[in-house]
């Protein structure tokens, strides 16, 4: 579909309407067939012939439908499809657009799915099809997740501190595209693009929250694709070589203390997860401790104290925590938390 002019091409242009600053942001494409594409204007791929309004139209045809719309050109030569990709929230996020001969069947598409990370309340959440993407069992199937949870089937790659600076800012208007390795639950490596981009919306209270829109696409066998990161990158081999035994380390987000992701496998027994019984939390009379080491890393470079931290029956379990700055970028930074039980340390 690339050249579309001449018809020579008849892949699915992945087009993506996370919408945002200015009102009237063009949608981009973000993936021609199995080829990822960095939000690329839509003219610069179709040109500036014949059917690119006729793509145009029909992309806000199938936002405002959100469910797949057939039609034909505007010239009445060719047959057109557009797939809206649509998130947990009812938004759509994305459209697979086809243009065709009128009597041809469009190729099979890539798996792709929609999902949101909402940086004001920690919660993110994906679509049936990025669940299907991933391999989820119906039965494992859960509608909210924290942040933390989205990295345990990631393998990300060395641009995860700036996917990681982009949530600590958490900034209208940032963009983030990277081709990562999904782990399946059925144990299959898939290279993977993302796409995302962080819009300011109004949230159910009537507060304005910063929300991270986003598309993954599946462009096929992760080891097949040079893209796609191998299972360990160099600096997870440093931090696994520097962990101790009895230690679980995490980056925490200083700004608001919540966790960003695990680096090692998560402390038995804290609740991390989202959990509508025992959701994650430090003790109400610790946060001054807390908030007193992240403050104390702007002077030194590490801080150490003792937390409770709400464990997974709902109690409380004491840890032992030594933290360290961590930079995210040159503008951004986290804490590199190591927590352990008092008699481990």
Known sequence: MAGVSTMADRRWLLIEVFGGEPPDREPTVIGIGSTPKRMVPLASV??????????????????????????????GRRRMIGKPLVSYAGRVHGVYAWLGDLEEEPPSRDPAGAWYFNLTTDKI????????????????????????????????????SAALAL??????????????????????????????????????????????????????????TPSAPPLMVLAQ???????????????????TLTLLRWIDDPMPGVAWELDAEHPPAIHPDDLVVAK????????????SGHLRLRSVTGTWLKVAVTANLMLLDQHTTAALVTISTPDAT
């Open 125 to 160: 959440a994906g679509s049936d099809d990025l669940l299907d993407l991933y391999g989820v069992a119906p039965e494992d199937r859960r509608t909210q997740r924290l942040t933390a949870e989205a990295f345990g089937r990631l393998v990300t790659n060395a641009d995860e």
């Open 46 to 75: 179709l040109g500036r012939g014949r059917y690119l309004d006729d793509v145009r139209a029909l992309v806000v045809r199938v936002v405002g439908a959100g469910q797949v719309v057939q039609s034909t050109s505007s010239d």
């Open 167 to 224: 949530i600590v800012q958490s900034r209208p208007g940032a963009e983030h595209q990277a081709t990562w390795t999904v782990r399946r639950d059925d144990g299959q490596l898939r290279a993977a693009n993302f796409a995302c981009r962080a819009v300011a919306e109004v949230g159910e209270n009537g507060d304005v929250e910063v929300v991270l829109r986003g598309i993954t696409h599946d462009i096929g066998p992760a080891e097949s």
């Open 237 to 255: 081999r440093v931090l696994a070589a520097e962990r101790e035994p009895g230690t679980h380390r995490a980056i925490v987000n200083l700004h």
């Open 292 to 303: 007193r080491m992240s403050a104390g890393l702007a002077n030194s470079a590490r801080v």
